[in-house]
């Protein structure tokens, strides 16, 4: 297989790794696959991705995080190129939803043996994304990380923290009207609203995981009291499997979601990144509109036929 490589070293795990770009070549030489790495251009990143699908490649393998993968995703979708995916991001919630390791040798050889599969992508405003899409309060959250990324000291730690206690008064909550599918609209009153692409697991040990990402569903999610309290609720309920019965949220399933607002802008945070877009907010999903090299599902073991399990010569009761 003929890949194009294109690594973000902006991307979490990946700052402050010099050789980054030699570490992932030698992994993807020591796994058999023929990878070209695309080198800087001065249109950044969105450059090296549209000379990496031109490069003619069987697949344009991409080493960050959750966004760097949707900003590929959205070059890729619709075509034949595959894409394969590096996590050299600081969640990867994608690369775990499709199995694939977090250590770069066995990515590697992941990607060498891996199959194609066809996933959603979902989009709004002409902006694509794979995971999530979040406004409200987790969205300026977001871009103070962001503001710091790459800079992770005692004190930037402990103003993100601060940031993060200051969001509990300082972002009031957001007026809303959503309409699922185009039915009746309804008015939200809330500081936190997620749409994210296919819905989330209820199953212990499972946080913010995802059981299908080809469903071709868009998962609604609006908080209820939002705040610290709440978060950590939240994050115990998704690992013991019992988030959905607590009432921490209001979950809707739709293939489409719009959301008016009276504000002439909103803060829309895309599987990490932050982007300004003018409402009204027009969720959607491209069913199957991607493909991805992931893991091969492991092999099922059937049980031998009664014939061969039982000796010859012996009775069955």
């Not at 070209?36 to 249109?43: H, N, T, Y």
């Not at 988030?243 to 293939?255: F, K, N, S, Y």
């Amino acid at each position: 297989m003929r890949i194009a490589v294109v690594i973000n070293s902006a991307s979490g795990t990946a700052l402050g790794r010099d050789r980054i770009a030699e570490e992932v070549a030698r992994h993807l030489a020591a796994a058999g696959l023929d990878a070209e790495l695309i080198p800087d251009l001065p249109g950044g990143l969105l450059a090296r991705l549209d000379a990496a699908v031109a490069h003619g490649a069987d697949a344009v393998v991409v080493g960050g995080g959750d966004g760097t993968i949707a900003a590929a995703a959205a070059r890729l979708m619709g075509g034949p190129t595959a894409l394969g995916i590096l996590p050299l991001g600081t969640m990867n919630m994608l690369a775990k939803d499709l199995g694939i390791p977090l250590d770069l040798d066995q990515a590697a050889e992941a990607l060498a043996h891996g199959a194609i599969r066809e996933i959603d992508v979902a989009e709004v405003n002409g902006h694509f994304f794979l995971c999530s899409s979040v406004i409200g309060s987790p969205s300026w959250l977001g871009r103070h990380r962001e503001k710091h990324r790459g800079r992770a000291s005692l004190r930037n730690r402990i103003a993100f923290a601060l940031a993060a206690l200051r969001s509990e008064w300082k972002h009031r909550p957001m007026r809303l009207s959503v309409s699922l599918d185009g039915g009746r609209a309804v008015r939200l009153w809330t500081r936190a609203l997620s749409v994210a692409n296919n819905p989330y697991a209820e199953a212990f040990g499972q946080v913010m995981a995802k059981p299908e990402l080809d469903g071709g569903r868009l998962a609604l999610y609006v908080a209820r009291r939002y705040g610290a309290w709440w978060w950590v609720r939240l994050m115990v309920g998704m690992f013991l499997g019992t988030w959905r019965g607590a009432r921490l949220v209001h979950e809707r399933t739709a293939r489409g979601v719009t959301i008016h607002t009276p504000r002439t802008a909103v803060r829309v945070m895309n599987d990490g990144e932050a982007v300004l877009l003018p409402p009204p907010l027009v969720y959607r999903t491209h069913p199957g509109a991607l493909r991805v090299i992931a893991p091969r599902p492991a092999p099922v073991t059937v049980d031998a036929p009664l014939e061969q399990a039982v000796p010859p010569g012996a009775a069955i009761a």
